[in-house]
């Protein structure tokens, strides 16, 4: 019931989410690249690393030449396997021309 409710459930730091799920190759680095500006959470820019992540959000980020947008399916316990950490987040493809 909570997690259909904005604003409760549970929550991760983004730093710790982009780097337990692999989408970034490090937490220094996934903490750089928040504390820059560089990631919109639900839209709305960031700049601190222990910004809140919960369940149905919307993450958009850069990596490499691309900008991936993710939505949180579920929070992640520890930085595990590959398809463990795919299956945390949904990979939303934005057009490409």
Known sequence: MADSIPGVGPTLRIDKF???THLAKSR???QKVAEDGHIRLNGR???RAHAVVRIGDLITFPQGTQV???RVITLPARRGPTPEARACYEDLQ???Y
């Open 18 to 20: 982009l780097w337990f």
């Open 28 to 30: 220094s680095l996934a």
């Open 45 to 47: 820019r960031i700049d």
């Open 68 to 70: 991936r947008v993710v």
């Open 94 to 96: 934005v057009g490409r």
